[in-house]
T-cell receptor, first 113, second 115 residues
Framework: DAGITQSPRHKVTETGTPVTLRCHQT?????MYWYRQDPGHGLRLIHY???????DKGEVSDGYSVSRSKTEDFLLTLESATSSQTSVYFC????????????FGPGTRLTVL | DAKTTQPPSMDCAEGRAANLPCNHS???????VYWYRQIHSQGPQYIIH???NNETNEMASLIITEDRKSSTLILPHATLRDTAVYYC????????????????FGKGTHLIIQP
C-alpha cells in the first residue's frame, strides 16, 4: 500500500470553528489531492497540488483552502466550519509518471455540529 | 472527463468470475479507462487501467472493445473480500496532457459476492 496517512481520522467540531486536516505521504509523489465523499454524490475533488506551493481548485472548493509547503504534506483547512462540510475526506497521491493512477488514504470522518 | 454508465448493482457467486461492464461511448482518443474499487468505509483502491489493448495484472483483467466504447473488468475468481463499489473512470493519462486534475467518480457498481 502507498504510504499515505491522514490525521485526524475522526473529528467532531462545532459550526464556526477552524479545522485543519493533514495528509502525509512517504512516497515522494508529485501530485496530491483532497476529495470529499457524501451519500448520493460519490467522491468530489476539492483541491489538488502539482508541486510544493502549487495548488489549484477542484469541483467543490468553496469554503476550503489548502497549503503544501513540503512535498510530503498537504493540508486542508476549513476556515469556519459549517454543517454542510460534514463529510468523509480522502487524500490521494499520484506519482506523475504518466500512468495517471491515484492512491488514496484511509479517510477522515468530520462531523460539524 | 467522458461519461461512463455502469449498472448500479451486481451479484456474483464466490469462486466464479465477476464481469463488470462499463459503457463510455463518448470516450476520446487520448482517454484511458481506469477502474477503482471502494470497500466499505475505506479509501478507493486503484485496480487497473488501459487505452485500447486488453490488460491484466494480479488483481484483474480489463477488456476494452475495439471501438473503445465499452469495457469489462473481470475478477477471475471472486472472493467475499471483493464485495465493494467498483468505479469505471475515463480520463487522459498525465503523459497525454491530463495533468494533475482529479478523478471524476460516478455512482459505480455495487458488486456483492455471495457465499
Amino acid at each position: 500500500d502507498a504510504g499515505i496517512t491522514q490525521s485526524p481520522r475522526h473529528k467532531v467540531t462545532e459550526t464556526g470553528t477552524p479545522v485543519t486536516l493533514r495528509c502525509h505521504q512517504t512516497e515522494n509523489h508529485r501530485y496530491m489531492y483532497w476529495y470529499r465523499q457524501d451519500p448520493g454524490h460519490g467522491l468530489r475533488l476539492i483541491h489538488y497540488s502539482y508541486g510544493v506551493k502549487d495548488t489549484d481548485k477542484g469541483e467543490v472548493s468553496d469554503g476550503y483552502s489548502v497549503s503544501r509547503s513540503k512535498t510530503e504534506d498537504f493540508l486542508l483547512t476549513l476556515e469556519s466550519a459549517t454543517s454542510s462540510q460534514t463529510s468523509v475526506y480522502f487524500c490521494a497521491i499520484s506519482p506523475g509518471t504518466g500512468r495517471g493512477e491515484q492512491f488514496f488514504g484511509p479517510g477522515t470522518r468530520l462531523t460539524v455540529l | 472527463d467522458a461519461k461512463t454508465t455502469q449498472p448500479p448493482s451486481m451479484d456474483c457467486a464466490e469462486g466464479r468470475a465477476a464481469n463488470l461492464p462499463c459503457n463510455h461511448s463518448t470516450i476520446s482518443g487520448n482517454e484511458y479507462v481506469y477502474w477503482y474499487r471502494q470497500i466499505h468505509s475505506q479509501g478507493p483502491q486503484y485496480i487497473i487501467h488501459g487505452l485500447k489493448n486488453n490488460e491484466t495484472n494480479e488483481m484483474a483483467s480489463l477488456i476494452i472493445t475495439e471501438d473503445r466504447k465499452s469495457s469489462t473488468l473481470i475478477l477471475p475468481h471472486a472472493t467475499l473480500r471483493d464485495t465493494a463499489v467498483y468505479y469505471c473512470i475515463v480520463r487522459p493519462a498525465e503523459a497525454s496532457g491530463g495533468g494533475a486534475d482529479g478523478l471524476t467518480f460516478g455512482k459505480g457498481t455495487h458488486l456483492i459476492i455471495q457465499p
